[in-house]
């Protein structure tokens, strides 16, 4: 820990991204796979760019508790970078919803 609360957010999310990779899977494709399955299920496009940013507005949604859970902005912080790594990173096939709809 450094001491300075925004970097040891930062610090632990990039941690955990890496970590989960071993427990679920490469983080973009496991996104492909939730988007697939919540197409299906809702019946209506989801791409693995906006599965990310959904799962940041369930952690902001669990902030409204008020109860200060550090958990809550590490694993934000990491959905954002997953997110941003499918939209500006990756490969030309990672489904980049948010910035390009062409």
Known sequence: MSGDIKTDILEEANEAVAAREFTHG?????????????????GMPITADEVAVMMILLKIGRTKSRKAVKDHFVDMAGYAAIAGDIVLGGSPNDNRSILDKS
Do not use: F, M, R, S
């Not at 988007?35 to 809702?42: E, I, Q």
């Open 26 to 42: 490469e983080c973009v494709e496991n996104n492909k796979n939730i988007a697939d399955l919540w197409t299906a299920y809702l």
